[in-house]
């Protein structure tokens, strides 16, 4: 069975930094590649970051790039995310999928980041 | 950046209603289009990708249609477990979703 869990969430200060963490189990993790979607409160999905198996082909939206780094450790069956210089508007629920062609087919259950004062 | 915009961003309607739900991309996106269902505190769920191909296990009521820029999702007999949101995603590049479209009950 597919599992995908994150960790990392929390309470965070504006301009301060944060790192996500999805365990992946049950399947050959280093033949997916992965991304990070978030939901701010109330609101829609937005995809974050995408990294592809290897690693070798990353994307960011606008809205991170610069701040935000995704990466991978295939030997640990783990993703992470990097998150400096946040910002209220980076407030949100973070899940990480694992995705074939972009397309997100198993999900994690989500992690709440809050910046706040 | 391509900007995905869905139609209605609320829908109420019946057990048994057809129901339609439109998503409009700013520019062609071929069939790099997904479909997936959220509910209350849960992460989504895929319905369907490339615009029309169903996920394995899901219904067959659900159905997915169109290409370029203008596509819709259908549920044809809507049943009570399929009162939730919906949210298109085009993946032809990067990937953005719609603002999303709630199913409630009428």
């Known amino acids: 069975e597919v599992q995908l869990v994150e960790s990392g969430g929390g309470l965070v200060q504006p301009g301060g930094s944060l790192r996500l963490s999805c365990a992946a189990s049950?399947?050959?993790?280093?033949?997916?590649?992965m991304n990070w979607v978030r939901q701010a409160p109330g609101k829609g999905l937005e995809s974050v970051s995408y990294?592809?198996?290897?690693?070798?082909?990353?994307y960011y939206a606008d809205s991170v790039k610069g701040r935000f780094t995704i990466s991978r450790d295939n030997a640990k069956n783990s993703l992470y995310l990097q998150m400096n210089t946040l910002r209220a508007d980076d407030t949100a629920v973070y899940y990480c999928?694992?995705?074939?062609?972009?397309?997100?087919?198993?999900w994690g259950q989500g992690t709440l980041v809050t910046v706040s004062s | 950046d391509i900007q995905m915009t869905q139609s209605p961003s609320t829908l109420s309607a019946s057990v048994g209603d057809r129901v339609t739900i439109t998503c409009r991309a700013s520019?062609?996106?071929?069939?790099?289009l997904a479909w997936y269902q959220q509910k209350p505190g849960k992460a989504p769920k895929l319905l369907i990708y490339?615009?029309?191909t169903l996920e394995s296990g899901v219904p067959s009521r659900f159905s997915g249609s169109g290409s370029g820029t203008e596509f819709t999702l259908t549920i044809s007999s809507l049943q009570p477990d399929d009162f939730a949101t919906y949210y298109c995603?085009?993946?032809?590049?990067?990937?953005?979703f719609g603002q999303g479209t709630k199913v409630e009950i009428k």
């Open positions: 520019q062609t996106i071929t069939s790099w």
């Open positions: 995603q085009q993946y032809n590049s990067f990937s953005t």
């Open positions: 049950g399947f050959k993790f280093s033949d997916y590649s």
């Open positions: 490339k615009a029309s």
């Open positions: 999928a694992r995705t074939y062609n972009w397309v997100s087919y198993y």
């Open positions: 990294i592809s198996n290897t690693g070798s082909s990353i």
